[in-house]
């Protein structure tokens, strides 16, 4: 069991309150673990079908047992109890607060405030301080958050810092990572059946581990950092089950931008997204991420993907702490089912200015752009970087528009100049995006993808026409507020950069 | 409902609340619902000499009264505070000012009338009305907390993203309230009124047109609402201890 059942926060009243029972942790063992996926492999239709099931009502009677989807199980068993139903709100055990050097110090100044200014965090090995978000400027309010963020890790003796000091030179930094959402797959803080919060809307990403994943803000946060607690309220699930053999051309990012055309960005509000199939299963950790990733998009409270051998594979070449997979019960209740033959699916864009304005990619070929980027949590990962090469080798052409590489982290960074694209004899991401004429990968952050200060590395800072794989595209996202973001996938990015318009990567794939 | 929920989450909330509040004397920006906050004995809850707090007053009407601002659907958290801002942190208390001299900065040119005027600080407008999906984006809690700082005391919006409904809550910049209808499309930026919570039963009265609006039931967010915010609802309900260590 990766959380304690009882707090050790200074800051939690120890005895439980009158009348609360204290439940066994055995009693969460005998709960169902038959795997959803599996009673869903019987009917796959040749069509689209997008279905919405009759909302079913939550209630349950004290006594009788009702199935409980993961997310409910992971949260119950977080709030040390045998059963929630959606509504409940309950207080939760974090198992691992993620922040970073927008969102921490506020947190940290709630903490101190609330809690006095010599407390100490709830668990200094449970939180992990990531700088990420404004690394590589001369902003010296910047600067000074990740300066802050040192001093706050040095006092409370955090564990999990990845800190940098030299910004000239990001690789004479051991510890730096870059992206918070990506640094915490890669360093093993994810792992199924755990809550995982962060001060990042993003966080949402880590529910491809087959855990509960959310962003929170800097009061939240402060609140867990004193106490390791949460107040929560359990959301329903809404089910996504996507089946079919996984076309070459198509990612997951065409597979959620699809989703969330479908749903609307506030179609999930309040909402889990739950995510399994055979397309799913077909899916690796970094494309689960993806998938996960924009579930806040639609509105969502959380996203989730039941682990398997996939996950564990990933999981355990990175951490050696224990975790208890959790899975929805054949019987649990979900607030909408909705079905994709993945199949049928075509490359999509979110054009301007919302994520669920969606179109297909070859319907927008006549969008004249301007530059491209390729980045962020979304689309700044290994295999996003390793997709984006595959076409550029692909098609042997070189790029119209400046496009724009920056690795989510430094380990991405490694992987563009090391790792040899597979089909391309032997020639590294690095090498075939210097051919296609690329601007040179630069140093891994969250760069452009929010805009930033005014320094930053490709931001939108006249009123451009962008085709990037980051995850919204709302007025002023990336910098100037008449710029217009094409959300897309690295292929269809990769596309778009050698012909100059909004481009199907069929052109160069098939 | 509210009440339920929190007497399943302690059910010696009265007992609890008998026992005196010695909360810090640090005066933080953030208790704007009474700003001259004296601690005073926490008695129980239905006795009419509650929490000096003026948000934890259940029987009580509670008023806001200005001039509006109207905007529309899905304003994200960009539009309310671009991120190049982000870089104030909201618990420092001069920071916590200029970011609510940048409120809403991020809307287009389209909207003529700007929250907060060039070269000034705070807004003229108390009160937000906006569409569905207000605060929809990133869980920056700098975008509730750019609105309380630059003077907004309430959005009376068709619905929320969760988590910016949330950071409203959670800090008590502003009071996050549901309207039953588009009221974004039948007021517009400038118009003078008045919003009333009461119990079950609040109203947006809009003065220039004449026309009232039901508002919806705070629901599970009134317990936290009322006592003030994450932190006070905690060590009401017995979760944390009154007094900072």
């Known amino acids: 069991m990766a959380s304690s059942v009882i707090s050790s926060s200074p800051f939690v009243c120890k005895s439980p309150a009158k009348g609360q029972k204290d439940l066994g942790v055995s009693s969460f ?98 939180i992990v301080v990531i700088p990420d978000h404004y690394i590589f400027t001369s902003d010296k309010r910047a600067n000074r958050n990740v300066d802050i963020m040192r001093e706050h890790c040095r006092e409370q003796n955090i564990k999990y810092f990845y800190d940098i000091t030299d910004l000239g030179d ?77 076309p070459s051309y198509l990612q997951a990012k065409d597979l959620i931008l699809q989703i969330i055309g479908e749903i609307s960005v506030a179609g999930a509000t309040y909402k889990t997204m739950e995510f399994s199939g055979t397309t799913i299963e077909s899916l690796t950790m970094e494309e689960r991420m993806t998938l996960c990733n924009m579930v806040v998009e639609a509105g969502g409270k959380n996203g989730v993907i039941p682990p398997d051998a996939t996950t564990f594979n990933y999981v355990e070449n990175r951490t050696s702490v224990p975790f208890q997979p959790v899975y929805s019960d054949a019987n649990a209740s979900f607030v909408a089912d909705y079905r994709f033959d993945v199949s049928k699916l075509e490359p999509v864009v979110a054009k301007p200015h919302s994520p669920d304005n969606r179109a297909l990619a070859r319907e927008c070929k006549d969008v004249k752009i301007d530059r491209v980027y390729i980045g962020s949590c979304t689309g700044g990962k290994t295999e996003d970087f390793m997709a984006a090469a595959k076409l550029f080798h692909a098609a042997g052409k070189q790029v119209k528009v400046p496009t724009f590489l920056v690795p989510a982290t430094q380990k991405v960074w490694m ?34 993808c929010l805009g930033g200060p005014a320094d930053t590395y490709a931001r939108l800072n006249e009123p451009q026409v962008c085709v990037s794989t980051t995850n919204r595209n709302f007025p002023g996202r990336m910098g100037h507020k008449e710029g217009q973001i094409y959300l897309a996938s690295p292929y269809t990015a990769a596309a778009s950069a050698l012909t100059g318009h909004v481009t199907d990567p069929r052109e160069f794939l098939q | 409902m509210a009440a339920s929920s929190l007497q399943s989450l302690n059910p010696t909330f009265s007992q609890t609340l008998a026992s005196p509040n010695t ?93 907060v005027q060039p070269g000034e600080m705070k807004t003229k407008y108390s009160i937000i009305i906006g569409g569905e999906n207000f605060g929809c984006g990133s869980s920056r809690e700098h975008a509730p907390v750019c609105l309380g700082a630059a003077g907004a005391k309430a959005v009376v919006a068709q619905s929320y993203a969760r988590i910016f409904f949330r950071n409203s809550v959670a800090t008590g910049e502003v009071y996050p309230l549901d ?66 260590a």
Not at chain 1, 207 to 233: E, H, R, S
Not at chain 2, 183 to 208: F, P, Q, W, Y
């Open chain 1, 29 to 126: 063992r005998k709960a169902s673990q038959i795997s959803i996926h599996g009673c869903q492999r019987k009917s796959i239709s040749r069509k689209i079908v997008s279905v919405m099931a009759p909302q079913r009502s939550s209630s349950t009677s004290g006594s009788v047992k009702t199935g409980m989807t993961m997310t409910e199980k992971i949260l119950a068993k977080a709030a040390e109890k045998s059963q929630v139903v959606p509504g409940d709100n309950i207080w939760v055990n974090v198992d691992v607060l993620m922040t970073h050097d927008v969102c921490g110090p506020g947190a940290f100044g709630i903490f101190k405030r609330e809690f006095g200014d010599n407390a100490k965090v709830w668990d200094s090995e449970k």
């Open chain 1, 170 to 246: 990001f690789r004479a930094n051991p510890d730096y990572k870059g992206v918070c959402h990506v640094a915490l797959a890669q360093e093993g803080h994810c792992r199924p059946g755990e809550v995982l919060l962060g001060t990042d809307s993003h966080t949402c990403t880590a529910g491809a581990f087959g855990q509960f994943a959310t962003g929170i803000g800097n009061t939240d946060a402060g609140f867990v950092l004193g106490t390791g607690k949460i107040l929560l309220k359990v959301p329903p699930t809404m089910r996504f089950i996507l089946d079919g053999e996984m």
């Open chain 1, 415 to 448: 992987d563009v100049y090391a790792l040899p694209v597979p089909g391309a004899g032997g020639k590294t991401c690095a090498q075939i995006f210097e051919e296609a004429g690329c601007d040179t990968p630069t140093s891994p952050s969250c760069g452009a």
């Open chain 2, 23 to 115: 909360s810090p004397s640090f005066r933080s920006p953030f208790l704007r619902f009474n700003s001259s906050f004296t601690p005073k004995p926490l008695s129980t809850r239905s006795s009419s000499s509650l929490i000096a707090r003026s948000a934890a007053e259940p029987q009580e009407r509670k008023t806001f009264h200005g001039l509006c601002y109207v905007v529309g659907d899905n304003i994200d958290t960009d539009q309310i505070i671009p991120a190049e801002f982000l870089t104030l942190v909201p618990s420092n208390p001069d920071e916590y000012e200029k970011l609510g001299s940048y409120a809403l900065i991020g809307l287009p040119a389209s909207y003529k009338d700007r929250f």
């Open chain 2, 179 to 244: 309207s039953e209808v588009r009221v974004c499309d039948e007021c517009k930026t400038g118009d003078v009124a008045t919003v009333e919570l009461r119990e079950g039963d609040s109203v947006l009265i809009n003065h220039t047109t004449g026309k009232e609006y039901k508002l919806k039931p705070i629901g599970d967010a009134g317990p936290v609402i009322d006592a003030g915010g994450i932190f006070a609802y905690a060590r009401k309900a017995g979760m944390i201890p009154s007094a900072a």
